[in-house]
């Protein structure tokens, strides 16, 4: 006998399946779509929005969740996601959500524009609708609450902003003081040269293996912005090539894996459910930075990675292994955070988290930003923005509303530092594993503790259990000032 659960679960199988739809045009549109089909693309994914959004709504989620009972974990958690989703669409007017969408579809040509012009402040009129918007969404949200706490909630269920706030509190001194140490030393040998682009994506689709990615339920293209799309059995990912840089491909290739590894590990049993994709912005990140970071730029890895350079490049002209390995962790000033290394990265991440904080909170307006931005940037890099296009205009999240997003960005690195700390002690000889270009115990480990769960339960807690530890900042610090003081001598 079907119960209001198995009715409810029905539904959200066939929501979340559209989704994927929904996404799988997405990624179309980023790789293979013909430009000019651009319009008719708009047509079809407006109209699955409108679908989704309707089922998203539908009162008979409301009902089968008043009458649903929970046998198990399981349903339990599957209740807890859809209830929010609910409760969430419930609580937004759909005036108001139809406004955002239609606000933010314009407003992100006009912030292209803008950026190519260097021109602030031909886009600050339209942040300022975006942000008006979102923070009436934030406090429709809130319930009397903090509106950004509840504008987290979409990215971070769990988190709060004064939490964040403490950790990251914690992070910048040292960062900053980290940043100018490295800094005042010799640099390592930048890579110079050029590298066949064909080449990097061969090289990269044997490295994505490598990590566990499964080509038989994924693929590897090229697009402008490399991305991850996709959950269960076709989770895809692209990558970038630039001839005198295959780093950027390199290292694209192997953040985008570990997003996409988390995905495909996650227990079939939850497949088109809730529980089927992985559980927040900042969990998803920690795997990805992992990959990318504590695995990917170890000296170890590195090692191995310099053969495999050479056999598919021939001599570029770095022929020690160690040097090899600085010349991957070069530290460098810069203005963007997408092409920033690994001390400065969460600097770029701790400044748009306080600005943003201050727009939704009504202190900072739109009109002072800029200055806010080259203010703050000075203060953390040592070196004034010298335009837009580099500093407040380099990043598309507020033209597309995502405030509350960019916290998960550091929070996945902290992430990432602690289960780098727990995973070396599960897996003592796993540089020796690296060095010879063996990632297995060290992706199985992560399988086996965090990845499978998918939804199963909140980011914080799957954290803590796969760590044996409450997340905190001092692993990722500890983790990034021996790693560069040694590289740097300081």
């Not at 199988?13 to 430009?35: H, K, N, S, V, Y």
């Not at 579809?105 to 260097?118: L, P």
């Not at 059995?233 to 970038?240: E, S």
Request: net charge negative.
């Amino acid at each position: 006998m079907s119960t209001a659960y198995d009715a409810l679960m029905a539904f959200t199988r066939e929501t979340e399946a559209l989704g994927q739809i929904a996404g799988r045009l997405a990624w179309d549109q980023e790789t293979t779509m013909p430009r000019g089909a651009s319009a008719q693309r708009g047509e079809e994914m407006g109209a699955i929005e409108s679908v989704l959004h309707a089922r998203r709504m539908d009162p008979r989620v409301g009902e089968w969740l008043e009458a649903a009972t929970p046998t198990d974990d399981e349903a339990t958690a599957n209740l807890r996601h859809i209830r929010r989703s609910f409760e969430r669409a419930s609580k937004v007017p759909a005036d108001l959500a139809a406004e955002l969408a239609r606000t933010t579809s314009v407003a992100q040509g006009i912030w292209a524009e803008a950026r190519a012009k260097d021109d602030f402040a031909a886009f600050a009129p339209t942040l300022e609708r975006v942000l008006d918007l979102r923070r009436q969404e934030g406090e429709a949200l809130a319930d009397g609450g903090d509106p950004y706490d509840a504008l987290l909630l979409d990215y971070e269920p769990g988190a709060t902003a004064a939490e964040l706030d403490a950790m990251f509190g914690a992070l910048r001194p040292r960062l900053v003081a980290l940043r100018d140490t490295v800094l005042g030393a010799p640099a390592p040998a930048a890579l110079t040269g050029t590298f066949d682009e064909s080449a990097q994506m061969r090289l990269s689709r044997q490295i994505a293996k490598v990590f566990g990615y499964d080509m038989s339920r994924g693929r590897v293209d090229k697009a402008v912005h490399p991305f991850s799309s996709g959950s269960g059995n076709d989770v895809r990912i692209t990558t970038r090539t630039n001839p005198a840089d295959p780093f950027n491909c390199i290292y694209s290739t192997i953040h985008e894996v570990g997003h996409a590894g988390y995905e495909q590990n996650i227990d079939q049993a939850y497949l088109l459910t809730p529980l089927g994709r992985g559980v927040s912005m900042g969990v998803h990140e920690s795997q990805s930075r992992i990959y990318e970071n504590q695995m990917g730029r170890s000296r170890a890895f590195t090692g191995w990675l310099h053969g495999q350079m050479v056999e598919a490049f021939g001599d570029f002209g770095i022929n020690d292994p160690d040097a090899f390995f600085a010349t991957v962790n070069r530290v460098h000033r810069g203005f963007i955070r997408t092409e920033s290394d690994e001390v400065q990265y969460n600097l770029h991440v701790l400044l748009r988290f306080d600005l943003e904080r201050q727009m939704i909170a009504g202190s900072l307006d739109v009109v002072d930003l800029e200055e806010a931005w080259n203010t703050r940037f000075e203060a953390d890099f040592g070196y004034a923005v010298d335009r837009p296009s580099n500093g407040v205009l380099q990043d598309v999240h507020w033209s597309v509303g995502l405030f509350g997003y960019f916290a998960t960005y550091s929070l996945g690195n902290v992430y990432a530092g602690c289960l780098n700390e727990a995973l070396r002690k599960a897996v003592p000889d796993m540089d020796a594993q690296l060095a010879a270009g063996d990632t297995s115990a060290a992706t199985g480990w992560l399988r086996d503790n965090l990845q499978r769960h998918g939804g199963l339960y909140e980011p914080r807690e799957v954290i803590e259990r796969a760590c044996g530890f409450a997340p905190n900042e001092a692993p990722l610090l500890a983790y990034l000032e021996a790693k560069f003081g040694a590289i740097y001598g300081v």
